[in-house]
């Protein structure tokens, strides 16, 4: 009984040190395309971290850009103005677009920078969401468009638009191209579809990406004194990250990050200091 005891009491001071840095870390997010394809052209626009494009961060190898080797350059470039940004992205953009993976009938095309919409600095201590509009010229024919990002640039999810919402929308691992995006059409698909794939990005995102939601259900396993219970709100868990992750990703959604770290922290914090106080209570009732 003291042993558990004192491996609890561990398990929450872990869980107070990492929430520390948690919530500062700059977690590397998901590439978001709006994706339109037309007869002759297609034109793709991503919300993006520019500063992890330029920088080269392998977003393959590391969630979060403070891990990354070149930590510090993106720290750098993440206190450039949005002129001084689009400049170094310019710059690079002959290696950048080679990680653009677009195919029609497997040949590869070679995108262009169309417009680049830059925040301002803000705060360098939290991510930087830019819009960077990439167009390409189709050959010939009526083939559909394949659309991916190499390995390095991260987790991909593209949308095409126009067909309401039912229309096309995936969520890629780096490497991964969609099925074949029409020019006549919007290719469509169900919402079980959807929902299969987010349930599984869900589970992806939490247990190698995220390791303060990794401490929350480490939180709630450590101290739980039944298995229905704890079975009951870690599936909760889960279900409303899916749910809020497809929101984040789809753009229905968006809260700050300044906000959502300290919420993370605090729910963390919350689920340790409550069993801590359970445990001593607990632990008195055994002593008397």
Do not use: C
């Amino acid at each position: 009984m003291g042993g558990l005891r004192m491996l609890r009491r561990i398990a929450l001071s872990m869980a107070l040190v990492f929430t520390a840095v948690s919530a500062h870390a700059h977690e590397i997010r998901p590439t978001i395309a709006d994706i339109e394809v037309g007869e002759t052209e297609m034109t793709m626009s991503l919300r993006a971290t520019l500063e992890a494009l330029i920088a080269g961060i392998d977003a393959s190898a590391v969630g979060d850009t403070d891990d990354a080797p070149e930590a510090a350059e993106y720290n750098r470039l993440r206190t450039l103005s949005p002129d001084q940004l689009e400049a170094a992205l310019r710059a690079a953009w002959p290696d950048i677009r080679n990680g653009f993976i677009i195919e029609v009938d497997g040949v590869r095309l070679v995108p262009e920078i169309v417009s680049v919409e830059i925040a301002d600095v803000g705060d360098v201590e939290l991510p930087r969401e830019s819009t960077l509009t990439v167009g390409v010229a189709l050959p010939e024919g009526d083939a559909g468009v394949q659309v991916g990002l190499v390995e390095s640039f991260g987790t991909f999810v593209p949308r095409q638009i126009g067909g309401g919402e039912d229309a096309y929308e995936g969520f890629l691992g780096g490497g991964e191209l969609t099925p074949e995006l029409p020019r006549a059409e919007v290719l469509t698909e169900g919402w079980l579809q959807v929902l299969l794939r987010y349930i599984g990005a869900g589970f992806e995102h939490i247990v190698p990406l995220g390791i303060d939601h990794v401490l929350f259900v480490l939180g709630l396993f450590f101290f739980a004194t039944q298995l229905r219970p704890l079975l009951i709100q870690v599936t909760a868990f889960t279900a409303a990250h899916t749910i809020s992750l497809a929101l984040a990703a789809t753009g229905t959604v968006s809260v700050p990050a300044s906000v959502v770290e300290p919420l993370i922290a605090a729910t963390i914090v919350y689920v340790g200091v409550e069993k801590y106080i359970w445990l001593g209570q607990h632990a008195g009732a055994d002593n008397s």
